[in-house]
């Protein structure tokens, strides 16, 4: 019962503070101009806002990992975690709590300066990204008009993170994971870029806020379907997710450059995915999926963040639902799918919005375009698997080599006697 | 070799296993790596070992069959019905119907709940999580039959020599019968979700291919020698206990890849349906042991017999002379015959792809290193 009472208290004190810190970032950062000169003021609110974005991402992280292992659990007809706090929405911090006790550890071939401070350059630009991206129109850190611009050139310095951690853990499977790391994440940066410089095109301005208020009527993933799916995909790579979790893979190099990691900088590294994964989808929510905005005038500032908070649960659930489904691609695999196919689609998603706004088509036109070029693999895919599935199941009914049943002799006609049967 | 002698590369030994995940167990394999690139591959055997052939010296013929449970422990009683045929036949025993009907059709479950557990490791060493979960699942439904079968959820001691314990619950039959139908559903959904999944095509096609020929001259059998386009079927071409009264198909592959290694065990597991069905129809009421009373001293001689298990031909070769306990006994493992085309799949493959493979041919090692 005290149990009980125990849990009850911790999640409403969870609940509360959630609440608590987003009142107090609506209130806070909308106050926090450009400062004339530094005084200890400046710094105090400096302070309070990261302490608050902090804890906000370390809730969402907490809220994240719940929803993924029930939504997987789910799919895969089980129940998911259940035991700790109601619904077992406590089992990330019992997590949480567990991966700090544990003993750090180092490998005695690392470089133990560089091992250590990897996981921060990993967690550190999926945190920065958080200042420049708005939850509502004043509800955000800093509205810098280069937006798109600083989450780009920020997010992609998670890449050292994970080479350095590969590289300094002096563990073959970690380099192997760190060398994968590089190429993958390299390669699938140029498709995010041509993306959302598509977006920074129609909108005709890199701010979010801008971005956001030109989908007020229309979306742009109505706009330019295919930018979203490009957008998407090369997302998933970039956060290592399946079916694109070729540098961690568990099963082949047994979670690549975290393998020797322990504890509370493992932790880091988990916070850190779970950071990006949800970037990944707030981006997207403001980039293609109209953020805060509905069609139906404006909404009050709780209102839009709970409207944009929810479109990005939704593609990271949708991030969650392709893991439930697919397995992973090999590191060759991988490779050709970024250059070969997302890098010159995304390529035509630009050329073809150039097109539209420089001739000033119709509007209509560009998911006319888009859609007429994301058809083609569909149908191709569509065509071709079923054709595929019915060739393979003729062929094995073919070759199947068919054992016919001999007739069984009779059996005599009295059965014997039933105390016989046991001896 | 002349142009990494210009690039100035040197290899990379990577040692995998005992402990990865995707060893199945305690196998080693030491990979030598160009890149991504597996040059050569050296399997390592014998974390498991426990001496079992010898142990079985040491046992009255009647215990042995409790060491044969720990061979292969995801099909045990297969297992079991290797030895007692082999037991059976040194002892020239003639099994009752009855007792034949319930070894075969528990065999063919434990086939089916050993492929499952394969379709469900597979998606994993693939990355695909799901399957494993419908596997297990299905799995369990006929764990719980065999548990209210033998009492024993793996090491069933159920199949003794001249038959089997003692004759099946009363309610065997219909329990079998619902099992078999979940089982049937379940197994159609690791078919949808993963068989003809554009990433999973990707990932199998092709990949770690072993003609016909390789195949046999390297020992394979079972499923993994079925996909390469043999139809060599221990059931079909050398039929033991009532094999010959049940119809069933022998699915054959053709390219010899990993993806036809899945799909022939795939296939299988229906035909592993079928076969019980049938068992279930046919079973008669009758005696489930034999009636001989002296079955513990064998004449002096020797016997090989062998089975179809999960992973391929189980030969048991038993020596007696004349105790009570046998002599030697030396068991052919398919696992351990099915290693030996490691290498050839393996060279030239991906890292990723070395998983795929070891992964397909599906060893148990407990099994493998007895």
Known sequence: ?423 | MTTEAQHDTVDMMLNMGPQHPATHGVFRMVLTIDGERVIDVTPHIGYLHRGSEKLCEHESYGQVVTLFDRLDYVANLNNELAFCRAAERLMDIEVPERAQYIRVALCELNRLASHLLFLGTYAIDLGAMTPIMYGFRERERIQNLFESVTGARMMHNYIRIGGVKEDVPPDFVPRARAVLKDVRKGVDEIDRLLTFNEVFLARTKGVGVIDAATAVSCGLTGPSLRASGVAYDVRKDDPYEIYPYLGFEVPVGHDGDCWDRYYVRLLECHQSIHMVTQCLDQMEPGPTMTQRRRIARPPKGEVYVHCENPRGDIGVFVVSDGTDKPYRVKVRPPSFCNLVALRPMMRGAYIADAVAILGSIDIVLGEVDR
């Open chain 1, 1 to 423: 019962m005290r149990a009980r009472a125990g849990e009850a208290v911790v999640f409403g004190m969870i609940v509360a503070g959630l609440l608590g810190i987003l009142g107090g970032l609506v209130l806070s950062v909308g106050a926090l101009g450009t400062p004339e000169r530094v005084t200890l003021e400046v710094l105090a609110q400096l302070a309070t806002v990261l302490i608050v974005l902090f804890t906000l991402l370390a809730i969402v992280v907490l809220t994240l990992v719940w929803l993924e292992r029930k939504q997987l659990a789910r799919m895969q007809s089980r129940v998911g975690p259940t035991r700790v706090g109601p619904f077992g929405l406590l089992q990330p911090v019992a997590d949480a709590l567990k991966l700090i006790m544990k003993e750090d550890v180092a490998p005695g071939t690392s470089s133990k300066l560089l091992f250590f401070v990897a996981p921060l350059l990993v967690f550190v630009p999926g945190f920065v990204v958080w200042l420049t991206i708005p939850f509502a129109r004043d509800v955000v850190v800093r509205s810098l008009d280069m937006g798109l611009f600083f989450f780009i050139a920020i997010s992609v310095l998670s890449i050292v993170g994970l080479v350095l951690a590969g590289w300094s853990s002096g563990s073959k499977y970690a380099v192997l994971g760190g060398i994968r790391a590089a190429a993958q994440l390299i390669s699938y940066e140029i498709p995010i870029i041509m993306t959302v410089l598509t977006v920074a095109m129609l909108a005709d301005s890199m701010s979010f806020v801008v971005v956001v208020e030109a989908q007020r009527t229309v979306p742009y993933i109505v706009l330019q379907p295919l930018g979203f799916v490009v957008f998407f995909l090369a997302g998933l790579a970039e956060v290592g997710r399946t079916p694109f979790d070729v540098y961690s893979a568990e099963s082949e190099i047994v979670g690549g450059p975290f393998v020797e990691y322990s504890g509370a900088h493992w932790a880091i590294f988990f916070l850190a995915e779970y950071v990006n994964t949800f970037v990944i989808g707030a981006v997207a929510a403001l980039l293609f999926l109209g953020g805060w905005s509905w069609p139906f005038g404006d909404l009050p500032a709780a209102a839009g963040v709970a409207l944009f908070l929810g479109k990005t649960y939704l593609v990271v659930m949708a991030i969650f639902w392709v893991r439930a489904t697919y397995p992973r691609l090999r590191i060759d695999q991988l490779m050709s799918l970024g250059w070969k196919v997302l890098i010159p689609l995304s390529f035509a998603v630009v050329v073809a919005t150039a097109v539209q706004l420089f001739y000033d088509w119709p509007r209509w036109t560009l998911p006319a375009m888009s859609l007429a070029v994301l058809a083609v693999p569909v149908v191709m895919q569509l065509r071709g698997g079923r054709r595929r599935a019915l060739a393979e199941a003729r062929r094995y009914a073919e070759r199947a080599v068919v054992v016919e049943a001999k007739p069984r002799p009779q059996r005599p006609q009295e059965p014997l006697e039933p105390q016989e049967a046991g001896a």
